[in-house]
């Protein structure tokens, strides 16, 4: 796995395929994605959520995010994305919270960085998007627009509505999905 555009473009980010559960997102799923966020992303906060090997939150910083928080429980996994940040030298540009995505949004560790993206990653057919996004969307409170990504199989079908929240935008590729939530005012 390679960052594929931005400051960082080309570094690689190791193989964590041998980890339980942990499937990194495919460089054509993460450009989509980030061709939809597009320049919006530059100067703003970016969570990444059930972080895995941290590729996706990289490749926020590395196109011009400003912070990243990275949510991951497995220890191994926290310690790469430190070793990452370091070398990558964006160590001053990030946070990771070594705990499960669930537990950390129902004790509110994201509220004091107020991310306006919110990425959701959950392993596939593990029941943990719906319960993830209901987890999120309860807790956001926040006075400025943010928008939660999920990646997801196509065979889970997701609420068009939770909450403030609205699904905006669908991007099929292949066996996933992702789904875009914007809040919507009152």
């Given at each position: 796995m390679?960052?594929?555009?931005?400051?960082?473009?080309?570094?690689k980010?190791?193989?964590v395929?041998?980890?339980?559960?942990?499937?990194?997102?495919?460089?054509?799923?993460?450009?989509?994605?980030?061709?939809?966020?597009?320049?919006?992303?530059?100067?703003?906060?970016?969570?990444?959520?059930?972080?895995?090997?941290?590729?996706?939150?990289?490749?926020?910083?590395?196109?011009?995010?400003?912070?990243?928080?990275?949510v991951?429980?497995?220890?191994?996994?926290?310690?790469?994305?430190?070793?990452?940040?370091?070398?990558?030298r964006?160590?001053?540009?990030?946070?990771?919270?070594?705990?499960?995505?669930?537990?950390?949004?129902e004790?509110?560790?994201?509220?004091?960085?107020?991310?306006?993206?919110?990425?959701?990653?959950?392993?596939?057919?593990?029941?943990?998007?719906?319960k993830?996004?209901?987890?999120?969307?309860?807790?956001?409170?926040?006075?400025?627009?943010?928008?939660?990504?999920?990646?997801?199989?196509?065979?889970?079908?997701?609420?068009?509505?939770?909450?403030?929240?609205?699904?905006?935008?669908?991007?099929?590729?292949?066996?996933?999905?992702?789904?875009?939530?914007?809040?919507?005012?009152?």
């Amino acid at each position: 796995m390679r960052i594929i555009s931005g400051s960082l473009k080309g570094r690689k980010i190791p193989n964590v395929y041998k980890v339980k559960n942990v499937s990194p997102s495919s460089g054509l799923l993460k450009g989509a994605l980030f061709d939809i966020i597009g320049a919006n992303i530059d100067g703003r906060v970016f969570c990444d959520l059930y972080a895995g090997s941290g590729n996706v939150g990289f490749e926020a910083l590395s196109r011009g995010a400003s912070f990243c928080i990275f949510v991951e429980k497995l220890p191994g996994l926290t310690f790469a994305i430190a070793e990452l940040s370091k070398k990558f030298r964006v160590e001053k540009k990030i946070k990771i919270i070594r705990e499960d995505a669930i537990k950390a949004l129902e004790i509110g560790l994201l509220k004091e960085y107020n991310p306006e993206y919110i990425f959701i990653d959950p392993p596939y057919n593990s029941g943990l998007c719906e319960k993830t996004i209901n987890c999120l969307l309860t807790s956001l409170h926040y006075e400025h627009e943010n928008t939660v990504i999920v990646q997801h199989d196509r065979r889970e079908i997701l609420p068009k509505e939770c909450h403030s929240y609205e699904l905006t935008k669908e991007k099929k590729h292949g066996r996933s999905i992702l789904s875009f939530y914007s809040h919507f005012p009152l």
